[in-house]
């Protein structure tokens, strides 16, 4: 049988669950009208930068893509004012986990992160056979990174940190994630372990009270590893692409190992015009900010718990209904949610903020579903 020849690692791998997409939907459930409110997209859209930008490009997809992303490097470096050695491209934030568990991870390594954190992190370590070691949250949904540099030890390869999280929402501090970084002992390799610091939702998170920018602990981190993507306020969820800041010798195994198109032609010009898109951020950012707080009004005169989030979504629960049920009945009435299952969260759900009309139709049928 063809499972003696496939990786032990690989055997009872369970895939990645993705939110519905509207077309499927519509297609299952014979629905006319469909709103996605599953995988933190932007309901803004795309940045018209980068559709801009891709109109001008299409006529050269025959062409292999610039395999370094030497011009979005520039934009990144010019942007964030870091030398273009200190920066990684890959397909989407993704896969960035992915390479830095390909070039870190061994099967005797154990890697460390929060419990409700993103699941990508756990499945690379599964992926590559190392330990996953899983430190429960502090009360409130909060990465305890207390807890986290203490169950680093002699054998702690790297620990995993999102900031804001997904699904929680919930962010550490400056100064938790300061005092973090000094306090993490050194393992067998007599060097602290790689850690990386996922901020996907960095753009809606920066306006929060004393929200750390994780490339101010850079300089002074050599074991730092700080990632971003496209997919979130950019609205380039669908071409893939995200970056990372890392010493010069970390940047350099990752791009090494990485393969050599991963950023496709299109991703690359869209996501370099998009960096400069400071009307799309601030569009978004508001809109996020402004629509959160009619969300919260909302659930609190509904009396459904729910988490404060610095980013663009808010984890809720529906007990006494399973998640998985609120999110079945959500579905007949055409809007999808995320059932938190996978996060070993089944009473709760995590909405994406929409637009103002979508976020009024979901408190509508979220009345309807709960009664
Ligand atoms: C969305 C997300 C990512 C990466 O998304 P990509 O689309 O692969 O760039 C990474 N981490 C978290 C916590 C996310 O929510």
């Avoid at 469909?34 to 559709?51: D, Q």
């Avoid at 610039?66 to 490097?73: G, I, V």
């Avoid at 609205?235 to 800041?245: D, E, K, P, Q, T």
């Avoid at 984890?315 to 938190?340: D, H, S, V, Y």
Wanted: charged fraction near 25%; aromatic fraction near 12%; hydrophobic fraction near 40%.
């Amino acid at each position: 049988m063809i499972k003696k020849l496939v990786r032990k690692t690989c055997l009872g791998f369970e895939p990645y669950v993705a939110g519905k997409p509207v077309e499927t939907i519509k297609r299952e459930l014979g629905l006319k009208s469909v709103i996605k409110m599953a995988s933190n997209e932007n309901p803004l859209g795309a940045s018209s930068k980068a559709i801009k930008a891709i109109k001008e490009n299409i006529e050269k997809i025959f062409f292999y893509p610039d395999s370094n992303s030497y011009l979005l490097k520039q934009a990144l470096s010019k942007r964030y004012r870091l030398p273009a050695g200190n920066i990684f491209t890959a397909a989407g934030g993704d896969e960035i986990i992915e390479l830095i568990a390909k070039v870190f991870f061994n099967p005797e390594d154990e890697i460390v992160y929060s419990k409700h954190s993103f699941i990508r992190y756990g499945m690379a370590a599964k992926l590559m056979g190392s330990k996953a070691v899983v430190v429960p949250m502090k009360e409130g949904f909060t990465h305890d990174l207390k807890a986290m540099a203490k169950a680093c030890g002699p054998k702690t390869k790297a620990v995993f940190i999102t900031n804001p999280n997904n699904p929680t929402g919930t962010y550490n501090t400056k100064s938790e994630l300061s005092k973090f970084l000094k306090d993490l002992p050194e393992n067998n390799f007599e060097v602290k372990p790689i850690v990386i610091l996922d901020e996907a939702y960095y753009e809606y998170a920066k306006i929060e009270k004393d929200y750390p920018d994780g490339l101010t602990f850079l300089k002074d981190n050599q074991n730092l590893i700080v990632f971003r993507t496209f997919s979130k306020i950019y609205g380039l969820a669908g071409l893939r692409v995200g970056y990372g800041f890392a010493n010069a010798a970390i940047a350099d195994f990752i791009e090494r190992t990485r393969p050599p198109f991963n950023v496709n032609l299109l991703a690359q010009v869209a996501a370099a015009a998009a960096i400069d898109d400071l009307e799309q951020v601030k569009k978004s950012q508001k809109l996020v900010k402004a629509e959160k707080a009619f969300l919260y009004k909302e659930f609190a005169k509904l009396k459904v718990p729910f988490l404060k989030s610095a980013a663009n979504f808010i984890l809720f629960n529906c007990a006494p209904l399973k998640g998985k049920e609120f999110f079945t009945r959500m579905l007949k009435e055409g809007i999808i949610t995320r059932p938190m299952d996978e996060y070993d969260l089944p009473d709760w759900v995590r909405v994406t903020v929409g637009l103002h009309k979508e976020n009024v139709l979901f408190v509508e049928k979220l009345k309807k579903t709960i009664r």
